[in-house]
């Protein structure tokens, strides 16, 4: 199981998280390259409007080149970097539901419910 | 002004005279009695879906279901024939449950030859039989082919694996399905196995919830968001109306149409749906799955979008016509608790940019449904409340919601009227 930036982190590997066209966005890697929807769904709810909105206004004018880049790649084949590049892909979704809907992190009217992703694919 | 055609009664309710055109009371979503006797009458009745063929791919493949309802486990498995089969999920000899892994009460899945007992090591052959039992010759008079595990009624239907608790089902799961449902037949949902499964315990009664996914007159008002803000008065002024119902036995469905979003302006669109041309209504590129899609548009309306089948009791399957589907069951877990489980199936996806549209419908159906749970939450909590000792209408649009409560209704008196024939018999 990749856990991207924990195994970058214990291996020693370069600073650099992301394929190099996506120096920009490395900032944002250590925060957003998350490898699962509930991980993405905690992080967007322990971010402020503010940290997600830098996110987005920097990673969502990319999405087609990041997604670009990756289907260079067979899916299931994909470099390390280009994995976490799509991971970030997925964190922009989630971060622009709160940009682009709520204008907050939570919900509107979700109150305290939950709803799980328990089985998902990987990338 | 009515948008689309109605039956010649003038109404989708009144074509359907057995549903009346009366108040409802909501005691059905309150009462513990209730509540017991619909366990008894409809849900250890039923046929019920607890999977895909999918989530059993090989020869000693297996699924645990916890059945809070029945107070039971089940184990679904492939046996060596490739039969799926269920049991009951209970040792033979001093009644250990047999399969779980990090604890008793945890669903669990997983592969095996035999099924092994952790108390004292009784074995059963994924048929049920009972092959193995520690130091037999001490038991007395005993023949362990008598102590196999004990089987629960297992179907498939389209690869989807239903179960029936009753000791002999009055229907075979496909009569009990009817001739709406297995219209199906031929669905390629087995093309459709890149998953996205959530799950969540919701503190309102099961056919609240249900009834929340059967209608689409709260759509513009509760999700107001799902339009964006430029179309947002516009679809609320509008409403909403559905251009097909159809009731067949217990089961029901309703379709909507409309233009594929891929063909919807810009400013209709949330920024994110359209940098990965996706969004609530599923990716815009679609899987070819050829022409021949049967029962998806019983209605024949023009442009069909969805056709959501609401089939008895706790299951829907909801079909798009951009070649995906959702699948839904609610299972009660106390009068006014019940757990959900939502899937999303695709074709999968063969590239980035089609996972990433994937991501997309996936997010933003959990974004909706959050708004769903918040609100039945709410909606239950006022039903306790004595306010809610009355009765409530139903427009037509809410014709299905009707339609659930009135045949949970009809299955529980049928149950009660046998009791007490029964005990009066006695
Ligand atoms: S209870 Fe299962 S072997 Fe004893
Ligand atoms: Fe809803």
Same mark, same amino acid.
């Given at each position: 199981?990749?856990?991207?930036?924990?195994?970058?982190?214990?291996?020693?590997?370069?600073?650099?998280?992301?394929?190099?066209?996506?120096?920009?966005?490395?900032?944002?890697?250590?925060?957003?390259?998350?490898?699962?929807?509930?991980? !993405?769904?905690?992080? $967007?709810?322990?971010?402020?409007?503010?940290?997600?909105?830098?996110?987005?206004?920097?990673?969502?004018? $990319?999405?087609?080149?990041?997604?670009?880049?990756?289907?260079? =790649?067979?899916?299931?084949?994909?470099?390390?970097?280009?994995?976490?590049?799509?991971?970030?892909?997925?964190?922009?979704?989630?971060?622009?539901?709160?940009?682009?809907?709520?204008?907050?992190?939570?919900?509107?009217?979700?109150?305290?419910?939950?709803?799980?992703?328990?089985?998902?694919?990987?990338? | 002004?009515?948008?689309?055609?109605?039956?010649?009664?003038?109404?989708?309710?009144?074509?359907?005279?057995?549903?009346?055109?009366?108040?409802?009371?909501?005691?059905?979503?309150?009462?513990?009695?209730?509540?017991?006797?619909?366990?008894?009458?409809?849900?250890?009745?039923?046929?019920?879906?607890?999977?895909?063929?999918?989530?059993?791919?090989?020869?000693?493949?297996?699924?645990?279901?916890?059945?809070?309802?029945?107070?039971?486990?089940?184990?679904?498995?492939?046996?060596?024939?490739?039969?799926?089969?269920?049991?009951?999920?209970?040792?033979?000899?001093?009644?250990?449950?047999?399969?779980?892994?990090?604890?008793?009460?945890?669903?669990?899945?997983?592969?095996?030859?035999?099924?092994?007992?952790?108390?004292?090591?009784?074995?059963?052959?994924?048929?049920?039989?009972?092959?193995?039992?520690?130091?037999?010759?001490?038991?007395?008079?005993?023949?362990?082919?008598?102590?196999?595990?004990?089987?629960?009624?297992?179907?498939?239907?389209?690869?989807?694996?239903?179960?029936?608790?009753?000791?002999?089902?009055?229907?075979?799961?496909?009569?009990?399905?009817?001739?709406?449902?297995?219209?199906?037949?031929?669905?390629?949902?087995?093309?459709?196995?890149?998953?996205?499964?959530?799950?969540?315990?919701?503190?309102?009664?099961?056919?609240?919830?249900?009834?929340?996914?059967?209608?689409?007159?709260?759509?513009?008002?509760? =999700?107001?968001?799902?339009?964006?803000?430029?179309?947002?008065?516009?679809?609320?002024?509008?409403?909403?109306?559905?251009?097909?119902?159809?009731?067949?036995?217990? =089961?029901?469905?309703?379709?909507?149409?409309?233009?594929?979003?891929?063909?919807?302006?810009?400013?209709?669109?949330?920024?994110?749906?359209?940098?990965?041309?996706?969004?609530?209504?599923?990716?815009?590129?679609?899987?070819?799955?050829?022409?021949?899609?049967?029962?998806?548009?019983?209605?024949?309306?023009?442009?069909?979008?969805?056709?959501?089948?609401?089939?008895?009791?706790?299951?829907?399957?909801?079909?798009?016509?951009?070649?995906?589907?959702?699948?839904?069951?609610?299972?009660?877990?106390?009068?006014?608790?019940?757990?959900?489980?939502?899937?999303?199936?695709?074709?999968?996806?063969?590239?980035?940019?089609? !996972?990433?549209?994937?991501?997309?419908?996936?997010?933003?159906?959990?974004?909706?449904?959050?708004?769903?749970?918040?609100?039945?939450?709410?909606?239950?909590?006022?039903?306790?409340?004595?306010?809610?000792?009355?009765?409530?209408?139903?427009?037509?649009?809410?014709?299905?919601?009707?339609?659930? =409560?009135?045949?949970?209704?009809?299955?529980?008196?049928?149950?009660?009227?046998?009791?007490?024939?029964?005990?009066?018999?006695?």
């Amino acid at each position: 199981m990749h856990t991207g930036v924990n195994e970058a982190k214990q291996s020693g590997m370069p600073e650099s998280l992301l394929p190099s066209p996506f120096a920009d966005l490395e900032r944002f890697a250590q925060t957003w390259c998350l490898a699962t929807e509930p991980e !993405r769904f905690a992080q $967007r709810m322990a971010s402020t409007m503010s940290e997600m909105q830098a996110f987005y206004a920097a990673s969502f004018p $990319r999405i087609g080149e990041m997604l670009a880049f990756c289907d260079a =790649h067979q899916l299931g084949d994909l470099p390390d970097d280009a994995c976490r590049l799509l991971q970030l892909v997925h964190s922009t979704i989630m971060v622009s539901m709160c940009v682009e809907i709520w204008h907050q992190p939570a919900v509107i009217d979700a109150a305290g419910a939950r709803l799980d992703r328990v089985r998902e694919p990987f990338p | 002004m009515d948008q689309y055609p109605r039956p010649a009664e003038g109404t989708w309710t009144e074509h359907y005279p057995d549903l009346g055109t009366g108040l409802i009371s909501y005691e059905d979503c309150v009462s513990p009695e209730f509540a017991a006797d619909e366990s008894e009458a409809v849900f250890k009745r039923a046929w019920l879906n607890v999977g895909r063929v999918e989530d059993v791919p090989r020869a000693g493949s297996y699924v645990t279901r916890e059945l809070t309802f029945a107070k039971t486990s089940l184990i679904v498995v492939r046996d060596a024939q490739g039969q799926v089969r269920a049991f009951h999920n209970m040792c033979r000899h001093r009644g250990n449950k047999i399969v779980w892994t990090n604890a008793p009460s945890e669903e669990t899945s997983g592969s095996c030859r035999t099924f092994t007992c952790k108390y004292h090591g009784w074995r059963y052959g994924l048929d049920g039989t009972c092959n193995f039992v520690q130091q037999e010759s001490e038991f007395f008079d005993f023949d362990k082919s008598a102590f196999g595990l004990i089987p629960v009624h297992c179907d498939v239907w389209a690869g989807f694996i239903f179960v029936n608790l009753a000791e002999s089902p009055p229907q075979s799961l496909r009569d009990f399905l009817g001739t709406m449902v297995t219209a199906l037949d031929g669905y390629p949902f087995d093309r459709m196995t890149e998953r996205y499964d959530f799950s969540a315990d919701i503190a309102c009664n099961w056919k609240l919830f249900a009834d929340a996914f059967q209608e689409y007159y709260h759509v513009p008002i509760l =999700h107001s968001q799902e339009a964006t803000p430029a179309t947002r008065a516009k679809t609320q002024s509008m409403g909403f109306e559905a251009p097909h119902y159809q009731l067949d036995g217990p =089961h029901r469905m309703v379709s909507t149409s409309g233009a594929p979003r891929r063909s919807w302006p810009e400013d209709f669109q949330y920024p994110i749906e359209v940098a990965t041309r996706s969004g609530l209504f599923g990716p815009w590129d679609e899987p070819d799955l050829g022409d021949d899609l049967p029962g998806v548009n019983p209605g024949g309306i023009p442009k069909w979008a969805i056709a959501n089948f609401q089939v008895f009791p706790n299951l829907e399957i909801l079909i798009w016509e951009t070649g995906w589907y959702m699948l839904y069951r609610y299972w009660p877990t106390s009068p006014t608790t019940h757990r959900y489980e939502g899937t999303l199936f695709f074709v999968p996806s063969t590239n980035a940019s089609e !996972r990433a549209a994937r991501e997309c419908a996936a997010v933003m159906f959990k974004e909706f449904a959050l708004q769903d749970a918040g609100t039945l939450e709410g909606t239950q909590k006022a039903l306790e409340s004595p306010a809610a000792q009355t009765v409530f209408p139903l427009s037509d649009q809410e014709i299905l919601v009707r339609h659930l =409560h009135k045949s949970v209704g009809d299955w529980v008196d049928a149950y009660r009227r046998e009791r007490s024939e029964a005990v009066r018999h006695a």
